[in-house]
């Protein structure tokens, strides 16, 4: 059973960086491609940012683009995401999620992701 678990998070002031990590497990880590979620208090679950299973394509909301990289390790079965520059708006529970599926149009889609992490908090104080 594929089981992805987060690390990472925790309180840090707006100018600050982070940088969360992502385990996965219980199956081939290069065989997915990987997105990374967020949800705010009171807001619905947004995407971040996702890489393919090579790590060739890279997508980013606008909000992080210039921010935030992320980067995947296949050998440590790792997806990573460096956040820079943070700001209070970026306080939310952010998620790792897997797909066997490419990157298609549909990468900013949960029902594109079929594993989910639990979620690490980040809080950004202004």
């Known amino acids: 059973q594929v089981q992805l678990v987060e690390s990472g998070g925790g309180l840090v002031e707006a100018g600050g960086s982070l940088r969360l990590s992502c385990v996965v497990s219980?199956?081939?880590?290069?065989?997915?491609?990987m997105g990374w979620f967020r949800q705010a208090p009171g807001k619905e679950r947004e995407f971040v940012a996702a890489i393919s299973q090579s790590g060739d394509h890279i997508y980013y909301t606008d909000s992080v683009n210039g921010r935030f990289t992320i980067s995947r390790d296949n050998a440590k079965n790792t997806v990573g995401l460096q956040m820079n520059s943070l700001k209070p708006e970026d306080t939310a529970v952010y998620s790792c999620a897997a797909t066997l599926s490419p990157l298609n149009s549909d990468y900013v889609g949960q029902r594109l992701y079929a594993y989910w992490g639990q979620g690490t908090q980040v809080t950004v104080s202004s």
């Open positions: 219980g199956s081939t880590f290069s065989r997915y491609a």
